[in-house]
């Protein structure tokens, strides 16, 4: 016998016991199922057959998030404070200013890649970048032999390689 026709008898011999397996354990399931659940009688209060009440259905629990602190506390958000933050009109929030470091420009055949943050964008791609421990989104705009032009939460910034 070659190793081939051992290696397919192998594998045949694997599913068969695989699939005993499973529709023994399936018929067992059922079986155990069928002897402790037994079938529910038309009536809510009517016994089945062994003398045992069907089981009583379990409510829907609901929860109404409280508007104030006399109603309670949420307690998916215990630190929460109730009714809507103050937005102070007039005044815009300041971003935070990113600083990214442009590492490298590269071409491979007609297309330009450019190395940022220690991540590969190439002109139109966006990704996330770790910069002060957390994740930005940056778009890479365009890419130029000495520069690349990104988008960063909005605001765009002109990179450039550092000339040693």
Known sequence: MNTRAFKSSMVRCALLVCASIGLITSALTASAAEKTNPPASSSPGATNAVGKTPPIEVPLSQFVIPSSP???????????????????????PVKAVVTLSLNGISKVGNKWFAL????????????????????????????????????????????KLKSY
């Not at 006399?70 to 815009?92: I, L, M, Y």
């Not at 770790?130 to 032999?145: D, F």
């Open 116 to 159: 940022i943050n220690g991540r590969t964008f190439e002109a139109g791609e966006d990704g996330d970048v770790t910069v002060s421990g957390r994740k930005v989104r940056v778009l890479c705009v365009t890419i130029r032999a000495e520069s690349v032009t990104v988008d960063v939460d909005g605001s765009r910034q002109e990179l």
């Open 70 to 92: 006399a109603e309670g506390r949420n307690p998916f958000f215990p630190d929460s404070t109730f009714g809507r933050p103050q937005v102070k009109t007039g005044t815009e």
